[in-house]
């Protein structure tokens, strides 16, 4: 087969560990491989890149994708499916192994149903797909983030100041709870759970009045009780998302007229997609390309690779995309043990 690959949505580290793996195994199996630049705008203009075992020797530890990304939508562009079917026509593409989050993966359930053959694997620092455990790139995110609040700890208590820690994650609070709960943050705030400010303050006083630098961890997506989400801007991409972020600076200013406390905010930002990935994020990316390429080559088509407990398995991309996972209130109960 004539197998094409390709990476959407935001990168994450772990994307080229899946692409090797695609292409070692596949390889094996006698297919060949063609990769498509930047998401699905590569599929919609035919823009290829040469994709054999010389382009993917020594990607394993690199961050980012060497297929490039974007979030272009081909249902939201006239004629966007059919400049695909023309350019797999032209190319000769049997198959279609996509690697994104809900946004890409939704794109590749909507082609399977019609009549495109594709298989999906999962990935997004933000870990918020349906039907797998985890998705690669949320562990080097959460390990990244959690070095920053370590070495901020330190600033923090030299000067007194509290500080307040943006991270990603849209929607869904899970970089936000694993950072806390392994930054040790002594508030973490989540978008499942909307914060009451005066009690925010409330636990960083408390902290202060202890001798220490209250460290707050504060989801990009999160929102005061009876506000809404911070955002950038108005402007929505071409999946509908707004831009989140500002939160951790709003908060920062609100904390310090309540408790009178320096407080100053830090916006984690893109250094959490950067970089190499994490041995779990690499291990977890190499079974991932196994099994996808594996269905391919079985004729599996409309599922992706999903990770139960430690076994990798495949699912309806259907289920996949269902609904977004977001963090229990058990979950953030946990967490809640250490604010104060
Ligand atoms: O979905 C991954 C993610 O990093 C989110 O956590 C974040 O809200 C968004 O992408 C940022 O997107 P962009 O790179 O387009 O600014």
């Not at 820690?165 to 936000?176: D, Q, Y």
């Amino acid at each position: 087969m004539r197998i094409g690959v390709l990476t959407g949505g935001g990168d994450c580290p772990g994307l080229n560990a899946v692409i090797r793996a695609v292409v070692r195994k596949g390889t094996g199996y006698g297919h060949e491989f063609v990769g498509f630049r930047d998401g699905w705008r590569g599929p919609m203009t035919g823009a290829t890149l040469p994709l054999g075992l010389d382009e993917v020797d020594g990607i394993l530890a690199r961050g980012g994708t060497i297929l490039g990304s974007s979030r272009t939508n081909p249902y939201k562009e006239e004629g966007g499916l059919e400049q695909i079917r023309g350019h797999f026509a032209d190319l000769g593409i049997d198959a279609l192994v996509a690697i994104g989050g809900e946004d890409t993966l939704g794109v590749a359930k909507r082609l399977t149903d019609d009549g495109i053959p594709v298989v999906g694997v999962p990935k997004t620092i933000d870990n918020d797909l349906g039907a797998t455990d985890y998705t690669f790139g949320f562990d080097t995110a959460v390990s990244i983030a959690t070095e920053a609040v370590d070495r901020l700890r330190t600033t923090a208590e030299s000067h007194h100041r509290c500080l307040v820690v943006e991270v990603m994650g849209r929607h869904a609070g899970w970089i936000a709870l694993h950072t806390g709960l392994a930054g040790g943050a002594d508030v973490t705030l989540i978008p499942e759970v909307p914060f009451d400010v005066e009690q925010v303050a409330g636990w960083c006083k408390q902290v202060s009045d202890r001798g220490h630098a209250p460290l707050v961890v504060v989801a990009e997506g999160a929102l005061p009780e009876g506000g809404r989400e911070s955002a950038q801007h108005e402007k929505l991409d071409a999946f509908g998302h707004v831009q989140l972020g500002g939160i951790a600076t709003w908060l920062a200013d609100e904390l310090e007229q309540r408790t009178g406390t320096e407080s100053r905010a830090v916006v984690l930002g893109h250094v959490q997609r950067g970089g190499t990935p994490t041995a779990y994020d690499r291990v977890l990316s190499t079974r991932f390309g196994l099994a996808a390429i594996d269905a391919v080559h079985a004729g599996t088509f409309g599922v992706m690779a999903a990770l139960r407990g430690t076994d990798v398995v495949l699912v309806p991309l259907a289920e996949a995309t269902a609904e977004l996972k977001t963090v229990p209130r058990e979950r953030y109960d946990e967490a809640q043990v250490f604010f104060g």
